[in-house]
């Protein structure tokens, strides 16, 4: 039954993919499982196997960038787990991680900064170098996280945004990239920790907040600062809420209750508007969603796969088959709008898109938590309990999915950036644009010495195309130029600022005497310059906007002596 509180939706420019990269549960900030990638039409064959991986009692999150992929493999007696990178090419072994000999390590994320990984034996979030494991840093706070079915969303930098260590004191927060210092957390109740239910949307970070003895209501919150912006009515269920949040290619903010209805809503930022609700066979629909490429929504409920409406909530489409869903089932929809499942037991499946045929199914035992990852060059990942891990490939031709990264991505001005194609699919040309770049653009696959004059944030965007079409991919917030050494700039002494984050008046501490101090936006916009004067500071910021500002100090030749990190509440 459907309730249908909104018939026309208002239309979003925005859409938020990863490229090819599985970066996140769901591939994406919206958990939706929606990609770009081309899968494979059959798995008679596959394209490589493994079978020396490290044992493992059940298959786990699996997360890729460029030719590589990480999951982690898991034991009982005692309660150990390791993370290991493979080549997503061959599943030759790179390197494994364990931080200690106690460490239970699930991976989080992974993105071409870092693999994140959580600790599930001291709560800890680490951060770990590509390239060959060693942890780069240790999270500030601990953080409440089942690593099996979270993963954590980025900000447009790059910072991590994950749960907190607690559900009521410190629910959410930001990490910074670099360090894994704490830029905000969020006070909102959570019922039940850990919890997955974090997704993120044009700037917005949206959960589900309560408590086990109030009512349970959707909450967006300010990436930049934290801040709670709204709340949604309260949302009928039971009094606790387990089950992840789904956000659409259109905006649109998909909350299952558990015990309860699947609800639409639209963010029209100052509030939320009910779009419908979806009354399910089975009360409570749990496991992880998709979208379509028209965005509508493909759910689990009551063992079948079903296809929803996504502007009136109406049930189009069944699977013809069931499927022996346990609480954790995974969907994912390729770019041809094949719809991939994992059932989390002990088995894939691909349907079409109106799930009326069944194109493949693939027992693979215990795959409670490895979902159908869709990976560079339409290569999907198994993975199952025991050693084995099983690759497949779409085996045909198809047009290009872009994608690139750099040399760094934080530089200092007039030093040069090198970018590097890692499309999919075999791109014959390629289109290149450089906000603030010298040149801004250029046609060459892989651009070298790319000069960033002044400092700010620049966006890069690559059209990859070959005989079949084109694909875009515009990276926001990519690169940082600025006036120190790129090498330096995460190393640079940090300010005294007491306190933060404020309202109203904030105090820097031990000053130079006679240096300047400034304040700029995260995208380089200078707000205020102003002579230190003595060794203490103290500047009003109530006329400043709520958000995050850099705080720099000078010396006589405009070198930066310190900087820090300010939020204004």
């Known amino acids: 039954?459907?309730?249908?509180?909104?018939?026309?939706?208002?239309?979003?420019?925005?859409?938020?993919?990863?490229?090819?990269?599985?970066?996140?549960?769901?591939?994406?900030?919206?958990?939706?499982?929606?990609?770009?990638?081309?899968?494979?039409?059959?798995?008679?064959?596959?394209?490589?196997?493994?079978?020396?991986?490290?044992?493992?009692?059940?298959?786990?999150?699996?997360?890729?960038?460029?030719?590589?992929?990480?999951?982690?493999?898991?034991?009982?007696?005692?309660?150990?787990?390791?993370?290991?990178?493979?080549?997503?090419?061959?599943?030759?072994?790179?390197?494994?991680?364990?931080i200690s000999p106690t460490s239970i390590l699930y991976c989080i994320g992974f993105d071409e900064h870092a693999v994140y990984v959580h600790d599930y034996y001291n709560n800890y979030v680490y951060a770990l170098n590509p390239a060959d494991g060693s942890v780069k840093w240790q999270s500030e706070l601990t953080a409440s996280i089942f690593g099996g079915n979270d993963g954590v969303i980025y900000a447009c930098n790059g910072d991590v945004i994950c749960?907190?260590?607690?559900?009521?004191?410190?629910?959410?927060?930001?990490?910074?990239?670099?360090?894994?210092?704490v830029l905000w957390t969020n006070t909102n109740f959570v019922s039940i920790i850990p919890n997955n239910?974090?997704?993120?949307?044009?700037?917005?970070?949206?959960?589900?907040?309560?408590?086990?003895?109030?009512?349970?209501?959707?909450?967006?919150?300010?990436?930049?600062?934290?801040?709670?912006?709204?709340?949604?009515?309260?949302?009928?269920?039971?009094?606790?809420?387990?089950?992840?949040?789904?956000?659409?290619?259109?905006?649109?903010?998909?909350?299952?209750?558990?015990?309860?209805?699947?609800?639409?809503?639209?963010?029209?930022?100052?509030?939320?508007?009910?779009?419908?609700?979806?009354?399910?066979?089975?009360?409570?629909?749990s496991g992880h969603f998709g979208i379509g490429w028209n965005n509508d929504l493909y759910i689990i409920d009551d063992g079948y796969i079903k296809r929803i409406n996504h502007e009136t909530g109406e049930l189009l489409n069944t699977s013809l088959i069931p499927v022996d869903i346990s609480y954790i089932g995974f969907i994912t929809i390729a770019g041809d709008g094949t719809v991939y499942v994992c059932d989390g037991t002990g088995s894939y499946f691909a349907f079409t898109e109106d799930l009326q045929t069944l194109l493949w199914q693939l027992d693979v035992p215990d795959c409670i938590y490895s979902g159908p990852v869709l990976a560079r060059n339409g290569i999907l990942i198994t993975a199952g309990s025991g050693n084995e891990i099983t690759a497949y490939r779409f085996d045909d031709f198809a047009k290009p999915v872009a994608d690139?990264?750099?040399?760094?991505?934080?530089?200092?001005?007039?030093?040069?950036?090198?970018?590097?194609?890692?499309?999919?699919?075999?791109?014959?040309?390629?289109?290149?644009?450089?906000?603030?770049?010298?040149?801004?653009?250029?046609?060459?696959?892989?651009?070298?010495?790319?000069?960033?004059?002044?400092?700010g944030i620049h966006d890069v965007t690559l059209v990859a195309t070959n005989s079949l079409g084109s694909d875009t991919l515009r990276k926001s917030c990519y690169i940082r130029s600025d006036d120190v050494t790129g090498n330096m700039m995460i190393h640079i002494a940090e300010l005294a600022l007491f306190p933060n984050p404020s309202d109203r008046f904030m105090s820097i501490i031990g000053l130079q005497t006679g240096s300047m101090i400034e304040i700029t936006t995260i995208q380089g916009t200078q707000i205020l310059k102003q002579e230190a004067g003595s060794e203490e500071l103290t500047i009003d910021v109530s006329g400043l906007s709520p958000s995050v500002y850099l705080i720099t100090e000078r010396d006589a030749t405009g070198q930066v002596i310190a900087r820090s990190k300010f939020l204004r509440r």
């Not at 700037?203 to 959707?218: A, N």
């Not at 949302?235 to 089950?243: C, F, K, R, T, V």
């Not at 809503?265 to 509030?271: A, I, K």
């Not at 007039?414 to 644009?433: G, I, K, R, Y």
Request: with cysteine.
């Open 1 to 98: 039954m459907v309730k249908s509180f909104l018939t026309v939706l208002l239309l979003c420019s925005f859409q938020f993919l990863f490229a090819q990269n599985w970066t996140t549960i769901g591939g994406n900030n919206q958990h939706n499982g929606r990609s770009k990638i081309v899968g494979p039409a059959a798995v008679s064959n596959n394209w490589w196997q493994i079978d020396d991986a490290g044992t493992t009692l059940w298959g786990n999150s699996i997360f890729t960038y460029g030719d590589r992929f990480v999951t982690s493999r898991v034991t009982f007696n005692p309660y150990v787990a390791i993370v290991e990178c493979r080549s997503l090419t061959n599943g030759e072994f790179l390197w494994e991680q364990q």
């Open 163 to 181: 749960n907190g260590p607690d559900g009521y004191a410190q629910s959410t927060m930001r990490l910074d990239r670099n360090s894994g210092a």
């Open 197 to 285: 239910g974090l997704a993120s949307y044009n700037g917005k970070v949206y959960r589900v907040e309560g408590t086990i003895v109030t009512h349970e209501r959707l909450l967006a919150m300010d990436e930049e600062t934290g801040a709670s912006l709204y709340y949604s009515d309260d949302i009928p269920g039971d009094p606790d809420q387990e089950n992840p949040i789904t956000v659409g290619a259109d905006g649109t903010i998909y909350v299952s209750r558990d015990g309860g209805d699947l609800f639409a809503y639209r963010d029209t930022g100052s509030g939320f508007i009910q779009l419908w609700d979806y009354t399910p066979d089975q009360p409570g629909i």
């Open 404 to 455: 690139f990264f750099a040399d760094h991505t934080e530089t200092a001005i007039n030093q040069t950036v090198n970018f590097f194609d890692q499309s999919s699919f075999d791109p014959t040309t390629w289109a290149w644009e450089f906000d603030g770049g010298s040149p801004s653009v250029s046609s060459e696959q892989h651009p070298a010495d790319i000069l960033f004059s002044e400092p």
